[in-house]
């Protein structure tokens, strides 16, 4: 069965912290995504990374950064986490996006809170 | 640009009923795809169903169909038969074209689903 594995369910931190949120998945996805979901706005792109090394920024990637040096995992970075990135923080992978029919699998998601 | 909209922000449904949730979406593009995800208070989303659009047939997975209307714009899922367990958080979603490559998905605001006993 496939899986996405988020490091933590919930994360308490306090601003002006450096923040990593790390997602591991086992299904040899090339694609692997970081959202944000918000009441009322749904879910929002961050970041995604189509392979090792390489990413590209999404609909809101000010004040975050990843990381992808290996395939199965793929690094959330608040370089200096602020009240407004309180969230839940959800990480995703799929296909390459070829595989058009194939739905993108998520992991539990995180619940940051930054005091 | 793409966009999709939900517009029912919160609905109740009798239990054993069946229950329509809207889902519009704006395209120019004739290659395209649109998902549905159920988001339980646990937080974890779960893929329900998938309509490609030059899919002839209207998609089903069990209890969920999907009514797809090209000429509208519309891919509004359908649940028969409600459960206390669909009471959830669902997210229509669209797939960016396939000529991007990317597998990017955008998805709408959401609708709170509640199943009374």
């Known amino acids: 069965d496939v899986k996405v594995t988020q490091s933590s369910r919930y994360l308490v931190k306090r601003t002006g912290e450096k923040v990593f949120l790390e997602c591991v998945q086992d299904m040899d996805h090339e694609n692997m995504f970081w959202y944000r979901q918000d009441p009322g706005l749904g879910l929002r792109l961050i970041y995604f990374s189509y392979d090792v090394k390489m990413k590209e920024k999404g609909d809101i990637p000010e004040g975050y950064s990843v990381s992808r040096e290996k395939k199965e995992r793929f690094s959330l970075i608040l370089e200096s986490a602020s009240t407004n990135q309180t969230s839940m923080y959800l990480c995703?992978?799929?296909?390459?996006?070829?595989?058009?029919?194939?739905?993108?699998?998520f992991g539990d998601g995180t619940r940051l809170s930054i005091l | 640009a793409q966009k999709i909209t939900q517009t029912q922000p919160g609905m109740f449904v009798q239990e054993k009923e069946a229950v329509t949730l809207d889902c519009t979406y704006d395209?120019?593009?004739?290659?395209?795809?649109l998902f549905w995800y159920k988001q339980p208070s646990s937080g974890e989303m779960i893929f329900l169903i998938y309509q490609g659009s030059y899919d002839e047939q209207n998609a089903t997975e069990g209890r969920y169909s999907l009514n797809f209307q090209k000429a509208r714009k519309s891919a509004n899922l359908v649940i028969s038969a409600s459960q206390l367990g669909d009471s959830a958080m669902y997210f229509c979603?669209?797939?960016?074209?396939?000529?991007?490559?990317?597998?990017?998905?955008?998805f709408g605001q959401g609708t709170t689903l509640q199943v009374k006993p």
């Open positions: 995703a992978s799929s296909p390459p996006g070829g595989f058009f029919n194939q739905p993108q699998h």
């Open positions: 395209t120019s593009d004739q290659s395209y795809g």
């Open positions: 979603a669209m797939r960016e074209p396939i000529s991007s490559n990317t597998g990017k998905l955008i």
